[in-house]
């Protein structure tokens, strides 16, 4: 699974890690993310992330 860095302020999101803190479990492919989750540095959505 690929990872997604924050065009704003550098956060990656690792789907082997995901985002638990914020209800994305591991294993969750950025694509299954829910849309309304945002970045959890800066608080930007998802279209603000360049696959990397």
């Known amino acids: 699974m690929q990872k997604f860095e924050c065009d704003i302020c550098g956060y990656v999101y690792d789907p082997e890690l995901g985002d638990p803190d914020n209800g994305v479990a591991a294993g969750t492919a950025f694509a299954d993310i829910p ?18």
């Open 35 to 52: 849309e309304d989750w945002v970045c959890p540095e800066c608080g930007v959505d998802k279209n603000a992330f360049s696959e990397v």
